[in-house]
């Protein structure tokens, strides 16, 4: 089946930092989304982006298909944003969201 | 709309005891998800409807796991008898159709069997 790798698996960033989460996948996509599941163990929709380039406010991401790779920016960042991102693929028969294993960010006052 | 909705939130049980945790997804999706999250294994499929019909329970760890959509507003899993490995936090997601659209979660059901 369809492998989803993420990285960093952690990373901790003084407030106000940027960041990038990468998400790679081993199989063509047609449905891509990122989540961010806060402290409180919500899972978040933030993206739903199987290609091109997506900006909500200070995230802002993009998925090049063709390359299989999907990219998470987050600019000025706040200890809200706090939390792990998962990045979630369909597999080929439209069946299952396979998760990656996510990117646990912790941004520190 | 209301999003996902699961109940209960939050339950306590004792080793053999029947579990059961309810859902209902967001009106006019098609497909339904559960999901069991640990910190060993992650976010795991245990089983997709579509149209209210079991697609995939492939996922479903063994026979003490069953799940039933009886109509499109309600799904229901459940655990009997239950075992303290059970523990975990269990998802349910709704999807707008087989693969269209973004998929959305409830806040959960964390199940702690003692």
């Known amino acids: 089946g369809i492998q989803v790798e993420q990285s960093p698996p952690d990373l901790i960033l003084q407030e106000g930092a940027n960041s990038t989460l990468r998400c790679n996948f081993s199989?063509?996509?047609?449905?891509l989304q990122w989540f961010h599941q806060n402290p409180w163990g919500q899972l978040i929709n933030l993206f739903y982006i199987p290609s091109g380039t997506k900006q909500n406010g200070r995230l802002s991401a993009t998925t090049v298909a063709t390359e299989r790779y999907s990219l998470l920016y987050i600019s000025s960042s706040q200890t809200t944003d706090s939390g792990v991102y998962f990045c979630?693929?369909?597999?080929?028969?439209?069946?299952?969201?396979?998760f990656g294993p996510g990117t646990r960010l912790s941004v520190l006052p | 709309d209301a999003g996902v909705i699961q109940s209960p939130r939050h339950e306590v049980t004792e080793m053999g005891q029947e579990v059961t945790l309810r859902c209902k997804p967001i009106s006019g999706h098609n497909s339904l998800f559960w999901y069991r999250q640990t910190m060993m294994r992650g976010l795991e499929l245990l089983i997709y409807?579509?149209?209210?019909?079991?697609?995939?329970d492939s996922g479903m760890p063994e026979d003490r796991f069953s799940a039933k959509m009886p109509n499109a507003s309600f799904s229901t899993l459940k655990i009997q008898p239950s075992e303290p490995r059970d523990s975990a936090v269990y998802f349910c997601a709704s999807l707008l159709g087989r693969n269209t659209g973004e998929l959305f979660f409830g806040e959960g059901s964390r199940l702690t069997v003692l």
């Open positions: 409807f579509n149209n209210n019909v079991p697609i995939d």
């Open positions: 199989d063509s996509v047609n449905n």
């Open positions: 979630a693929v369909l597999d080929n028969y439209g069946q299952n969201f396979v």
